[in-house]
């Protein structure tokens, strides 16, 4: 319903004066009268009187104030969770009579013009039969937070929920407010049935090739007291280890802890199954897969020092704690080196004036092998400045120089918290040499040497380039006091730990440089979610370049393989792949690059979302106490036909929405065409009258 007034800047008043000004004007211009008739010439000074008239009125600025009306009705939502648990435990044919009592009631509230919607995990769907009982998990909080914000400041008038009060995901959907009332209809049996299951495996994601690693098992039953069970561990069907486990009452929650041997390199996919029990409800939760990553060996690391000193140590201690590092460490005299290939060298205070282990170092650094230089009293200088590719040295005195640690904000290779900048900026005075530093091109400064309350811009600590492979200068000697005191202030060594732990990450990791990469942007998927892999591709001057067409091959566990073929642009590099089931996949991606064929590969894993396996009891007291908080109902499926009568007898209540416009009657267009019309019958009636 729509209402319109007729408004004015000014008096209306005015209008009569508009209305002389056109009869003045007409009469002046056709009181002669002219080659023409007299109804002719009555014509044109009705247009004339028109026109005139039309012109002033639209000097008094009039505008239409017009107020329109709505009213929206009220919408009941049907909330159906469409989770795989309800099928497991309501039987099918009761489960499809409720949704067919759903449309019903849903019908019925349309004829007393109420709008209904339908909605799911999956978003809204057009009426109940569009319902599909596939949703791998249940987060009930969820469902019912997206129908809140979707209808906030509209006219709901209520929420119908179909669910077996079991959620798997988010928080409880009772700890929320709700503005609208939630009627729940409880699915599914409340009585815990005879079931054993693997409630949850905890494992190490990485292993190494050769050693054994523990599989911790979480076994929970129900009413199956004094049972003996088997749990096992398989891979592709071989039996790797077996324990049983005696069930001690009809509530019952177990650990078991299984040892496998990492005997195979790569991605391996182990199998934990609980042997059937006679009797049990559900054997589908009776079976997990573990995923663990078997890699060949640590990362290597060398530290090489003319004698022992307390920076060593902390160096030792900061490395330890990572089990992917093993660290090897040369004293002349005190150990011996062994000879291999390593990650990464720490040269501590080397090279020396007595070229200490000098055909060991040039050995490694003619490898490529990346570096960490600490500077001191015993390190060459000439030596040290032409090995370590960071920094030169010019020395000014013998005489050390005593400088605090100022991090350098600016820096960006690896994250360091705000907060741990600060602790590090606390640390003691270091000794460096008192010498002008300058950083080789390429260079970059971690930390800065601060003396007193002065920030210079002489680096403490930096990183670089050594003719292609990753290098580092730390110019202080006495740094293991920093480790101390951390600890003396805070009672740990978190940052001193992490400072130097991701140093020796940045610098014992290697670089990739290959021009072709296609890698999965996750390499842990569940079966529901597709598999994006991501593509980069450079030339020669390691730009990124796009148009070239890539081929995808992905094989399972069982050597089956499917083939794909994508073209990636600047706008989308990424190609996603649907459809694949449980297990461990290898990928070969290959495209043409400068007229040669180049290959990138790698693994993943797609996992079976078993959670819906997990719980089987229907917890219909949340829905009890979710009703209760919100003003709602609480009905079981044998309450089917209360339920509609509850709802069905609600009043319509519609909601009226008024917006108010202002038109400016100047702007109309159809105004214009008005006033060219009036012109142009008046000019044209002159001319072919012989006038002028």
């Known amino acids: 319903m729509q209402k319109s007034q007729l408004l004015f800047e000014y008096s209306p008043w005015f209008i009569l004066l508009c209305l002389a000004v056109g009869v003045a004007y007409a009469y002046f211009l056709y009181q002669k009268g002219g080659p023409w008739g007299k109804k002719v010439n009555q014509l044109l000074a009705a247009a004339r009187f028109l026109l005139a008239s039309i012109l002033c009125f639209l000097l008094l600025g009039p505008f239409l104030r017009q107020i329109k009306n709505t009213i929206e009705k009220p919408t009941y939502v049907f909330a159906i969770d469409n989770s795989t648990s309800i099928l497991k435990a309501t039987d099918s044919i009761l489960f499809q009579q409720i949704l067919n009592q759903f449309e019903g009631i849903s019908t019925l509230l349309g004829e007393k013009e109420f709008n209904t919607e339908f909605r799911t995990f999956d978003g809204k769907k057009k009426t109940a039969d569009d319902v599909v009982m596939n949703h791998g998990s249940t987060n009930l909080n969820s469902l019912l937070k997206n129908i809140q914000t979707d209808y906030e400041s509209k006219n709901l008038t209520g929420v119908i929920l179909l669910s077996d009060g079991i959620y798997n995901q988010g928080v409880s959907p009772t700890f929320a407010p709700y503005n609208f009332p939630i009627h729940t209809l409880g699915a599914g049996d409340t009585i815990a049935r005879p079931d054993v299951n693997i409630n949850a495996l905890y494992y190490n994601k990485i292993a190494y090739q050769g050693n054994k690693f523990p599989i911790l098992v979480e076994v929970t039953s129900n009413r199956l007291a004094g049972k003996t069970v088997a749990i096992m561990v398989k ?310 370049i796009y148009g070239q067409e890539i081929k995808l091959t992905i094989a399972d566990e069982k050597n089956a393989k499917h083939d794909y073929n994508y073209v990636i642009s600047e706008s989308n590099a990424k190609y996603e792949v649907s459809g694949l089931t449980e297990g461990v996949y290898k990928y070969t991606a290959t495209t043409k690059l400068s007229g040669k064929t180049v290959a990138s590969s790698g693994e993943f894993t797609v996992k079976k979302l078993q959670i819906e396996a997990i719980n089987l009891t229907a917890n219909h007291q949340l829905l009890k106490n979710l009703s209760a908080r919100s003003g709602g109902k609480f009905y079981t499926a044998n309450e089917l036909k209360t339920l509609q009568e509850d709802v069905t007898q609600l009043e319509s209540k519609g909601i009226i929405h008024s917006s108010e416009a202002y038109l400016s009657i100047i702007n109309m267009s159809w105004l214009f065409f008005v006033l060219l019309l009036l012109v142009s019958i008046e000019w044209f009636t002159r001319k072919y009258n012989g006038g002028y």
């Open 235 to 544: 891979q592709r069907g071989k039996m790797l280890t077996k324990k049983t486990l005696t069930l001690k009452n009809n509530n019952s929650f177990d650990e078991v802890e299984l040892l496998i041997e990492a005997n195979k390199k790569g991605l391996q996919h182990y199998t934990v199954e609980v042997s059937r029990v006679s009797g049990e409800f559900s054997v589908e939760n009776n079976k997990r897969s573990a995923y663990v990553d078997i890699i060949e060996g640590k990362q290597k690391i060398l530290l090489i020092a003319k004698a022992p000193h307390p920076d060593i140590k902390a160096l030792q201690s900061v490395i330890s704690i990572n089990e992917n590092y093993q660290l090897d460490t040369y004293i002349p005299g005190i150990s011996t080196h062994k000879v291999d290939k390593y990650d990464l060298v720490i040269l501590y205070q080397l090279p020396d004036k007595s070229n200490t282990a000098k055909k060991i170092i040039d050995d490694y650094l003619k490898k490529g092998t990346s570096t960490l230089f600490v500077y001191g009293n015993q390190t060459n200088e000439r030596q040290f400045n032409t090995l370590n590719g960071v920094l030169n040295i010019s020395t000014r005195s013998r005489q050390p120089d005593k400088v605090l640690p100022s991090f350098n904000t600016d820096f960006q290779k690896f994250l360091f918290e705000k907060e741990n900048q600060n602790i590090v900026n606390q640390y003691t005075p270091v000794y460096v040499p008192y010498s002008d530093f300058k950083l080789k091109p390429g260079a970059e400064t971690i930390l800065y040497q601060r003396i007193g309350s002065v920030k210079t811009k002489k680096p403490l600590l930096a990183i670089g380039d050594n003719k292609g492979a990753k290098s580092a200068v730390m110019l202080g000697e006495g740094f293991w006091q920093w480790r101390l005191q951390e600890y003396a202030t805070h009672e740990s060594h978190v940052v001193f730990n992490e400072l130097f732990s991701k140093l020796i990450q940045y610098l014992s990791s290697k670089e990739d440089k290959r021009k072709f990469k296609v890698y999965p942007i996750n390499n842990e998927v569940f079966d529901s979610e597709k598999v994006v892999f991501e593509t980069e591709i450079y030339n020669n001057l390691y730009e990124r």
